[in-house]
């Protein structure tokens, strides 16, 4: 679907310029009153034009036949601005495209290059036999994404921190990151200064003062077990109206806020709001009121958006929701043997949006809109990172078994995480390319009324 994002004004330029002299020409003869009555109306009708002042060059004054400034009295004329058709660049929907073969790129790393690639993404060292899957590169429709330029982003973000909130899929774009700007400079793991949690990692850039930290909070809010603990073991009871104080409680130091969760919500689930049982999903209880999980994540993340944009000394950082991730299980699921085993991405129309991937997404753009919404009133900072898309297609970029998992998923495939390097670290240059366009990628109703459709 085409939106349109410019704005075309017609009109003949030496017309209006020749127009301009004569009616100010006049102006001038008249009273100071007659000079304001006129002028006022000119005003209001600049000032309300859909174009605006930083379209214009800069004003010139009104001259003669003779080259000079003209002049009324001795009095030299005063410069007034000369509307000048504009046409705006068309801005460029990136997150919109296809997976192209490009053999000629090289990777931006690799599992030996960077240290901080974990073994359950380090799909290189545990034996993946192909490396075909690294040479696709997303091609947005119409227009180029940018390579990811790890010395421009450091400069973009010196001083500065920026914090992953949500499952392990946000730790697996973290390590990207991490990865993506070693070669600028080496990151230190300072997580034992703040916990021995390794769900909770910091890393610091010394040579440009840069923070990434991640905060694991797969449900965003807080979270009980069965015994009211937290071992997220057997039914889960989630208070949705409540963010997890594992973030919620330092999210104030950080610049950037990176949001992104979903894959855990297929669990049983106990629901509370305002500290009372609302219902359930999956759990088994027929006392209990039966409540969808899109629509507990749903209120989730309203609460987590509302958290995050609420905090006011972030110093004009920014929230960026990053959208739903795909799995690409065949033949079964994470539990009962399923695989993802292709080597090449789909094509756009191999694979179509829907399901419970279809939900989670429409459920992320409505919220991120009313967020907007909210954040916009405010005068706040809140982007969408539309990675579902592109990633609903790379079914090849998953450890699948070549990975080390811990012993309690010993012989299980995940196709849920991506290999590192690999389609993952697209998520960064347009991470990149969000940050230094300021204004991003708007997403309309328009849009969501066409991924509907």
Known sequence: MNVALSEEHHGDKKAAQQSGAVNFRRA????PTAILLTAIPLWLLFVSSPVQPQDYPPAQPIEDINGGPDCVDGVAAVAVPVPVPVVREKKCDVFKGKWVYRPDVSTYYTNETCYAISDQQNCMKFGRPDTEFLKWRWQPDGCELPPFDAAKFMEMVRGKSIAFVGDSLGRNHMQSLLCLLSSVDQPED???????DYNFKRWYFPNHNLTLATFWAPFLVRTTD??????????????LDEP???WSSKIGAFHHVIISAGQWFFRPLVYYQNGRLLGCSACGQDNVTGVSRFQAYRMALRTTLKAITGTKNREGGITFLRTFSPAHFEHGD?????????????ATDEKKLEGYDLEFYLAQVEEFLE????????????KLLDTTRAMLLRPDGHPNRQCNWPKSNVGQADCVHWCLPGPIDTWNEL????IKSEKGVKFTQRKLQNVRS
């Open 244 to 246: 997890h104080p594992a």
């Open 226 to 239: 069965s015994r009211g603990g937290q071992t997220l073991n057997g039914v889960l009871s989630l208070h």
């Open 28 to 31: 001038l003869t008249f009273s």
């Open 431 to 434: 991470l990149f390319y969000v």
């Open 334 to 346: 994470w539990t009962d043997g399923g695989s993802c085993t292709r080597t090449v991405p789909f």
């Open 190 to 196: 300072i997580s034992l200064k703040y916990t021995t």
């Open 371 to 382: 967020a907007e919404r909210r954040a916009r009133v405010e005068g706040l900072k809140i």
